[in-house]
């Protein structure tokens, strides 16, 4: 029988609390570094050598990971429970990828049938883009394909395009050069229409309810301007949304592709919502790929031992940063310029899963919920934030990942090594030198150490290790979700604010009262300082 | 007569200690809307109603800044005084753009002419090449500006760049399209250069000791591919570097501008290093507007009172968030996607400024410094984070910045309103509702409020705001290590990574022992785990 309580009754995390921290200096010895390293899917491998733990704290997360049932937990939501219990919704993205239990039933329909019937069918839709069969409106063969949507419709998509931009080119997959337009500024949408030509520039609009603010101002934009040079924009524009929206089956868009409730947009690179743009640009073997990567990671993630199980492991050491030791931020640290933007959809993944301070069951918490979570690739990062990472006030604990191979094949060698080589280098030492630090003399030049890290290598980065990935931290999020009790799948924080900027909205267009008074106050004083100031100055 | 002294020994801090934490709802009303504001340079203003403070807090916090002297010690800074302590050196950002006080006279040179004379000549060379007169070696006009440079020669520079690039078309003054080069990894440059047509390709290396690993690694691949299609890339390459570096004056470059060790790289884009490729890029004039909104900022920075002084109010309601209610962490926020890399650039400049734990003589304080900063443009940030920063356990004090025109001319209406309209509802419904937050008696759609927020706006973002920007954040965080007692101008933190990765790179390029048992046990580790699990797998 699965029970759901708080992290704050469970008996293990006492314990845990009783345990010493441990000193990264005195632990860290060449047999550690060689031993605590965990095999990963997709020939990754996790190394938590330099986390804050010790084997007793090792073996008190695991009991406190059994306590919690996370793996029964995990097994219950691929089985179809309903565990986005605000919105009485299933949790199916991991089906997208693969069956991991029994099968899915829901209204009739086996729902595994359902996502890969929709893949089979964007998959052939993207052969006859690629081919050409599919042609513009000045019948062109689509040479651009640009994303339009939104949060999880944008930021997982973006950061897995540009993940395998360069591999693809390599492999001979590239086909249409992806883009994306996001933000409901005109300055995003216009500069990208800029930079294209719209004759043979193909459009994927992302919106689940067919409703979302921003994306379909964007698409208004995108019309207007294809209507502009003479191009019919029915003819450019295919549709990501569920079966409901008005998007669905619509004659203005060449065909739609559906995805459901079940599958979070932050949980969505998997789904339709990543997949149609990846299967155009790069092909549907790359998008199948990273679907096989992420497969054989969620089949890992179902190991109870945590030191078999490196997401559970990495889900357990951020539950003690977090709650134990108290640390409020992560940093994660690619050293690899392919994930640039893989932080910034981290950042979402994990801020708005678990930015959460209510129970699954709506109860006040006692205890810390997600952290704070951003990150740049390396070594770019170490000439900017490092800094405070390694002598500030406060510890932020840090995820490294690598790889040994660059994407593009070539590599010059520049006094005695190539350029992945010093990359490489500079990975390894940072880890040390956080971890280890340096005694000097000179307070100034002094490295207190004792700043923890994990990390996740592999050979090089394609489709199946960005599938692992992606996965590893849905996974993570997930775990560390049911150790909190909570509800990683909804976001109702961001509902107040469209309330309210509908109101705004409705004052700053009409020149109407919001019906609120301090949104009124707010919205004359905004437009009063900015025209008093140009009145007095120009 | 100054004194330097730590924020525990201030009885001003010991009084602010003492005062009541206010409450955002209550305190929030029509007129504090409207009259919590400072007129700032470049036509922006600055709103503190949202700030977490009261008038007894402000008036506490003016006498902190009093008891620190933070203005006299921005004059001396001004002036010319060493305040790069550790490193000896005086700090001369604010001379790149204006004098603020008596001359700086350093060997007999007066340091104004000299960053005046290398502008001067950096503009003509900037000229020549926009019209045509300095040719690439295949005698065609540059098309392309590409900087190769990495932390304070990178971010500042690329989020300027990017911030103009829509201004600097709808204005006719682009002319080359800018392009950055920074990581190490070689999947960084080779697709840049995959890009762009090398035979009109001009690039800019910045690096002020001429040593810089990433950016000579960088420099070698751009030759080499210059090379192997029959370019000269001595007639490609321009340097921006210190008088003593290896690249001063040397012929493998068409020309070289100086900078120098009293303008820190994160400080740096107001010197040569933003400028010419800004210059280039946009036009010497478009630089000078950039320069002169900066020098309009580091003016009004001067006056004493917070309640005339925007940056000044700023620093000391991050310091008073940071050191009385003790929130770790600060999110920028800007509301206009040409700002979208102003995050990553602050991030640098706060982080690397003020991530310290000694005094500026070296001893250790008992209080927290500089927070983790982050950020990503709105709306797109509310699809993402947002959801922790309204209904995670932490607080996180938000920086909004706004606009309220956009830059590319056109505007698309949907439903009534334009796609700018839209922007700028969110920005003020977000401010109100991160505030006030919103009653409900499900608690998982019930917001705390309590969120406190300050805003910059102005009415569009042209090169005179955006270097009030620039300028606003330097003396924000010149303001608050002032107030720490901490040198923010010198990066020692950065120095132990640089020396293990040398070591590193010995072992890795070589097969030797680094030196280090465990840095060698790391290495090994590595490699050992990536190799197995390719040979299992595959």
Request: aromatic share 8%; charged share 20%.
């Amino acid at each position: 029988m699965v029970n759901f309580k708080g992290l704050d009754a469970c008996d293990s995390f006492t314990s845990l609390k009783k345990t010493s921290r441990i000193r990264l200096h005195d632990l860290v010895t060449p047999a550690r570094l060689a031993n605590w390293w965990i095999p990963h899917a997709a020939e990754l491998s996790y190394c938590y050598a330099f986390a804050p733990v010790d084997d007793l704290i090792v073996e008190r997360l695991q009991a406190l990971a059994d306590e919690q049932q996370l793996i029964e937990k995990y097994r219950m939501l691929a089985e179809g429970a309903i565990m986005n219990t605000g919105e009485g919704r299933m949790v199916l993205h991991h089906l997208a990828r693969g069956r991991l239990g029994a099968p899915v039933i829901w209204k009739g329909q086996d729902m595994e049938i359902f996502y890969r019937d929709e893949k089979l069918r964007f998959y052939e839709f993207a052969e006859k883009v690629r081919d050409g069969r599919i042609r513009s409106s000045a019948d062109k063969p689509f040479a651009q394909v640009v994303q339009i949507g939104i949060g999880g419709s944008d930021l997982g998509p973006r950061a897995a395009s540009l993940a395998l931009s360069r591999w693809a080119i390599v492999k001979e997959r590239a086909k249409l050069t992806p883009w994306f337009i996001s933000n409901v500024d005109p300055d995003d949408g216009d500069y990208v229409l800029s930079r294209i030509d719209l004759s043979e520039s193909l459009f994927v609009l992302v919106s689940k309810s067919g409703t979302t603010q921003e994306t379909l101002a964007n698409e208004m934009l995108v019309r207007e301007r294809l209507k502009a040079v003479g191009l019919n924009p029915d003819k450019h524009i295919v549709a990501v949304t569920s079966k409901s929206s008005p998007l669905a089956g619509n004659p203005h868009y060449l065909d739609s592709f559906f995805i459901d409730d079940f599958i979070g947009g932050r949980y969505s690179t998997s789904s339709a919502v990543g997949g149609v743009i990846i299967s155009i640009a790069y092909g549907p073997e790359t998008f199948e790929e990273f679907l096989q990567g992420a497969h054989g990671a969620d089949t890992l993630a179902l190991e109870p031992s945590l030191k078999h199980n490196p997401v559970l492991m990495d889900a357990m050491i951020g539950v003690y940063e977090r709650n134990v030791l108290g640390w409020p931020a992560t940093a994660v640290l690619p050293y690899a310029e392919p994930l640039s933007r893989f932080p910034a959809h981290l950042q979402q993944l994990d801020m708005e899963s678990n930015g959460k301070s209510v129970s699954r069951a709506g109860q006040p918490l006692s205890y810390s919920t997600g952290p704070v979570v951003f990150g740049e690739p390396g070594t770019n990062g170490q000439h900017s934030f490092y800094q405070l990472l390694h002598q500030g006030t406060d510890i932020v604990p840090l995820q490294f990942i690598g790889f040994l191979k660059n994407q593009l094949s070539s590599d010059m060698s520049s006094e005695g090594s190539s350029s992945r080589q010093k990359l490489v280098s500079n990975l390894v030492a940072q880890m040390m030198a956080f971890a280890l630090g340096k005694e000097d003399e000179n307070p100034n030049k002094a490295f207190p150490g004792g700043r923890p890290s994990t990390l996740l290598v592999g050979e090089e980065l394609g489709p199946r290790q960005l599938g692992a990935l992606f996965s590893h931290f849905e996974n993570k999020v997930m775990f560390q979700g049911f150790t909190w009790n909570i509800n990683s799948f909804d976001q109702e924080g961001v509902q107040l604010g469209k309330v309210l900027a509908k109101k705004a909205l409705g004052a700053i267009s009409k020149g109407d009262s919001s019906g609120d008074v301090r949104l009124d106050a707010l919205i004359a004083a905004v437009y009063e300082n900015t025209r008093r100031r140009d009145r007095a100055d120009r």
